[in-house]
Nanobody, 125 residues
Framework: VQLQASGGGLVQAGSSLRLSCAAS????????MGWFRQAPGKEREFVAA????????YYADSVKGRFTISGDNAKNTVYLEMKSLTPEDTAVYYC???????????????????WGQGTQVTVSS
């Protein structure tokens, strides 16, 4: 099973982008999915997550109020709507899937089993 992320690009500060991530098969059941990002020279960091049971969403403080995660459990698809982008949002964005139900780790890399290849988001000032 592969996760395919798309939607990245080069935009100006203040712009919006919508990232998408889909699993290669619909029979791929998960407890939740998330987005992480990694800027040059920095560690990969949590951005947002959604848990299918209850539909709860979680965000890093740095993106609260600007980013919105949503998805379709049946289609194993997750989206990240990003608004009011700043140069500090520049990074490679990765989607990830949790197949083990580790909700207590949803903000950590170890909480996810599968990862997409990443999509570059570059925000110019």
């Amino acid at each position: 099973v592969q996760l395919q992320a798309s939607g990245g690009g080069l935009v100006q500060a203040g712009s919006s982008l919508r990232l998408s991530c889909a699993a290669s098969t619909r029979t791929f059941s998960t407890y939740g999915m998330g987005w992480f990002r990694q800027a040059p020279g920095k560690e990969r960091e949590f951005v947002a997550a959604v848990r299918w049971n209850g539909g709860n969403t979680y965000y890093a403080d740095s993106v609260k109020g600007r980013f919105t995660i949503s998805g379709d459990n049946a289609k194993n698809t997750v989206y990240l709507e990003m608004k009011s982008l700043t140069p500090e949002d520049t990074a490679v964005y990765y989607c990830a899937a949790d197949r083990a139900g580790r909700s207590w780790k949803l903000e950590t890399i170890s909480g996810y089993d599968y990862w997409g290849q990443g999509t570059q988001v570059t925000v110019s000032s």
